[in-house]
């Protein structure tokens, strides 16, 4: 069986490699999605890969992934520490669901501590840099079919 994950990010993800560099490295977006779309090929699994600075398209996303998706690798970036709505919609998903943080939010200042989405996930990564991704994939690549729910 070849697993599908949906690689989501969320606000300002679109401004890796120009927003604040020394936190969150000189990775464009377009290059991570490249870098995680060949991994995952290489690891056998089928990946599409979106960016929203929006909350409702990603709990779009997120209830679409349901049917499409085996498994969600998710960095809510600000939403982390605000969306019920999204912790709500990733509720609803049945398979693994891994968030990652570019950054170490636990060394963090205060406003970033805290991950309220972390709660609904099988597994968090964080501190990595842009390698959070791929050690995400590497994971679910993995993980036993039973970690997997029914698509």
């Not at 969320?10 to 560099?21: A, D, F, S, T, W």
């Not at 090929?41 to 085996?70: M, P, T, W, Y």
Request: aromatic share 6%; glycine share 6%.
């Amino acid at each position: 069986m070849r697993r599908t994950i949906h690689v989501l990010n969320g606000p300002n993800l679109n401004m890796l490699g120009v927003r604040e560099p020394h936190i969150y490295g000189t990775t464009t977006l377009k290059q991570l999605e490249e870098r995680c779309t060949k991994h995952a090929r290489k690891a056998g699994i089928g990946a599409s890969f979106f960016q929203s600075n929006d909350e409702s398209e990603l709990i779009e996303l997120i209830q679409k992934a349901r049917a499409k998706a085996d498994a969600i690798v998710l960095n809510p970036a600000a939403f982390s520490f605000t969306s019920i709505a999204i912790l709500d919609a990733l509720n609803t998903f049945e398979g693994p669901i891994i968030e990652v943080h570019i950054s170490n939010i636990h060394r963090r200042d205060e406003l970033h501590r805290h991950s309220i989405i972390s709660t609904a996930v099988t597994a968090v990564i964080a501190g990595l840099g842009v390698q959070g991704y791929i050690a995400a994939i590497d994971a679910i690549a993995a993980m036993p079919a039973d970690k997997f729910g029914k698509k």
